[in-house]
Each structure stands twice: as structure tokens, then as C-alpha cells.
């Protein structure tokens, strides 16, 4: 009978030094792995960092064209309200009725800015934490903290002035006023009234009611309106000069 001679199959024990240069080799795989993945991540939010500095100031330069004229705007309709109300605290019989018509045609109407949010919006979902540098990222707070003033602060100017509106349709009759063209000059439409125009009452407690409301409508919007648009406008200029200086951004 033939007779099979199996290899011995047991191994030596190793050396620790062995399981410990094993070890070793592991770990420091595991760990260019995890370094050489820290690397792509933080290439990759780096790139998105400076997307959205360079959309931000894409909104920012939009906004920035915007608050110009809501500053311009704020101070024509501040003084025009300020002309209506002086002529309609005139003893009755002394108002300029025709005057008053197209103080009212012109300058009754709302303001309200519209800000540019496509990147706010991103940033304020979770994008802000990859705005490394600390006083652009604060910055961006003040800015948006600016928003929500100006928006407070129209909510109240709106309300504010739909209340005269409201008013005002028992005063004025709107078939004496005709639209005819549009200032390229000033952004007003220009009104003709009908030389034959009239109150649709004199009763003189609705007319001063009417006026005290136009002046609290003015009031707001040369006191508050105007000065946090203005202030508005300057953390814009401040914010984009950073984020250019910051990132070196070029328009």
C-alpha cells in the first residue's frame, strides 16, 4: 500500500514585532486614505466657497443698483407727501384742489425694495459654514440683519399707507386725473388733472384725518425708510469690497 506523507501545516508563531510592523501598515493605509479624502473634500468646499462669494457678489452689485433708487425714490415720495399734507391743512376754501389732485396722483404709492436672494437662500441652508473667513461670514450677518429691518420697517410703512389710500377714495374722484406720458428725469408718471377737478367732500375732519395720515406716511419714510436704505447701502459697498479684497475677486 502507498503511503501519503501530508506537509506539516503549522506555522510558527510570529513575532510581535511582526504583528506590530502589520499593524503599522494598516493603519497608515487607512490613514493616507482618510487624509488623501480630507484633501478632496476640502478642495471641493473650497470651490464651492468661492462659487458662492462670486454669486453673493453677483446679488450684491443687482441689489446695490436697487437701493440707489429706492433712496431716490424714498426722497421724492418723503418731500411730495410733505407738499400734499401742507395743502391739505388749509383752511377750506384756501386748498389748491388741482394741486392737491396731482400731489396725490403722483405720490401716493408704496415702496418697497426687492433684494436679490438666490444665494442667501443657499448660504442660509447650510452654505454659510463653508465661508471660512470670519469677518466676511459676519459681514454677510450684518447684511442680512439690515434686510430684516428694512422689512419691518415697510410692513409698517405699507400699512401706514393703505390706510390712507383708503381714505382717500372718499375724497378724491380719480376721473379727473389722466396719466399722459412718464419723466424719463424724475421715474414719474406725468398727471393732468382737470382744471374743473373737486373733492368728493369738505368736510374738514376727513381732510385733516386724511392729511395727518399722509404725514405719518412721510414720516416713516424720511425718518426710518430713508436712513436704514441708506444704511443698506453702504454695508452693500462695504460687503462687496471685502469680498473682492478677501477672495480676490475681479468684476
Known amino acids: 500500500m502507498e503511503v501519503h506523507h501530508h506537509p506539516n501545516l503549522e506555522h510558527k508563531p510570529k513575532k510581535f514585532k511582526e504583528y506590530f510592523l502589520e499593524f503599522i501598515m494598516i493603519f497608515l493605509a487607512v490613514m493616507m486614505g482618510f487624509i488623501a479624502e480630507k484633501f478632496r473634500e476640502n478642495g471641493t468646499d473650497r470651490d464651492k466657497e468661492k462659487d458662492y462669494v462670486k454669486s453673493m457678489l453677483t446679488d450684491l452689485r443687482s441689489d446695490s443698483a436697487m437701493l ?38 403722483l405720490y401716493d404709492r408704496l415702496v418697497g425694495p426687492t433684494f436679490s436672494d438666490q444665494t442667501s437662500s443657499q448660504l ?27 422689512d ?11 390706510d ?25 408718471d406725468i398727471i393732468k388733472i382737470d382744471s374743473s377737478a373737486c373733492f368728493m367732500t369738505n368736510d374738514s375732519v ?3 384725518s386724511f392729511a395727518n395720515k399722509i404725514d405719518d406716511f412721510g414720516s416713516i419714510l424720511r425718518d426710518n425708510y ?13 460687503l462687496m469690497a471685502l469680498i473682492r479684497k478677501e477672495y480676490d475677486v475681479k468684476d
Open 68 to 105: 440707489k433708487d429706492e433712496i431716490k425714490w424714498a426722497g421724492l415720495l418723503g418731500n411730495g407727501l410733505d407738499s400734499l399734507c401742507q395743502e391739505m391743512n388749509k383752511t377750506a376754501g384756501k386748498i389748491n384742489v388741482v394741486r392737491a389732485y396731482r400731489l396725490f396722483s
Open 206 to 208: 376727513k381732510l385733516v
Open 164 to 188: 390712507a389710500t383708503e381714505d382717500s377714495y372718499y375724497i378724491f374722484n380719480h376721473k379727473f386725473a389722466h396719466e399722459v406720458g412718464y419723466d424719463k428725469i424724475t421715474g414719474l
Open 152 to 162: 419691518q420697517i415697510n410692513t409698517n410703512c405699507r400699512a401706514v399707507g393703505k
Open 124 to 150: 442660509k441652508s447650510g452654505g454659510m459654514r463653508l465661508i471660512r473667513n470670519s469677518e466676511v461670514s459676519k459681514s454677510i450677518a450684518n447684511y442680512w440683519q439690515g434686510e430684516n429691518n428694512i
Open 226 to 238: 430713508s436712513y436704514y436704505i441708506s444704511e443698506q447701502y453702504k454695508l452693500n459697498l462695504k
